[in-house]
């Protein structure tokens, strides 16, 4: 983990969400040990100061939109995405998508890519193999410049690890075991932001379906630390 986290690491919104939802945008930082980097759909510049206004960036989404319906709980996440979005260089920075990568994003938003994905693994069984924008253009910047690529999104995880099996890609319970390896916090912690806070606060998704057919979920263990799968 620590070579992976060691070069420059763009993150799509999945990710980026359980960690700045929850209030934890601090420990993110800490263990990148550089801002984020984030691409214009993820997050805009012009979008820092927007509050009334329809955002351009999906960040911005106001968390009502995303499920998170108590007014307490709504509150305190838009406080936590301000300061997060007014962080620029101590949160994240821009990472601009050159014409390459914008092609390469337009590609993996294109259904035509399932066949593609299923012709490497076909034991990825999922409906949609196609990225939304933002997930397709973080994906495209960090497979162009051989960057980390952090992502909570199945089809984004399935899509690179199939084409382009050379980009690292890590996903938020790996980072929070990384996170207690490294002693930036507590197991019991960790055990609760990820297998409560992020389902509750950022409507994380973490039910998949296992090639057998049977539902599974991801959770986080103590003793010793680690990600596995247990029966949803």
């Not at 800490?30 to 510049?45: A, F, N, Q, R, W």
């Not at 300061?83 to 998508?97: E, H, N």
Request: proline share 5%; charged share 30%.
């Amino acid at each position: 983990m620590e070579l992976q986290l060691s070069r420059p690491c763009i993150a799509d919104t999945s990710l980026l969400l359980n960690f700045v939802y929850i209030g934890y945008a601090d420990l993110l930082r800490t263990l990148l040990g550089d801002p984020v980097y984030l691409s214009p759909t993820v997050l805009d510049e012009r979008d820092i100061d927007r509050v009334k206004d329809r955002p351009r960036s999906e960040f911005r989404v106001p968390p009502y939109q995303r499920g998170v319906v108590s007014d307490a709980r709504r509150r305190a996440i838009s406080e936590h995405v301000q300061r997060f979005a007014s962080g620029l260089g101590t949160y994240w920075r821009p990472a601009t998508p050159t014409e390459q990568e914008l092609s390469l994003g337009a590609r993996f938003r294109d259904r035509s890519i399932r066949d593609e994905v299923r012709s490497k693994n076909p034991d990825v069984k999922r409906t949609r193999i196609e990225l939304d924008a933002g997930e397709a253009e973080a994906a495209a910047i960090a497979v162009t410049r051989k960057w980390t690529f952090l992502t909570e999104d199945q089809a984004s995880v399935d899509l690179v690890r199939a084409l382009h099996s050379d980009i690292s890609v890590v996903r938020s319970c790996s980072l929070l075991v990384h996170a207690i390896e490294v002693g930036r916090i507590e197991c019991s912690e960790a055990e609760v932001l990820f297998n409560l806070r992020m389902v509750e606060d950022t409507g994380f998704y973490n039910i998949r379906m296992s090639q057998d057919g049977t539902r599974e979920r991801l959770r986080l263990r103590c003793d010793p630390p680690g990600c596995e799968l247990v029966s949803a």
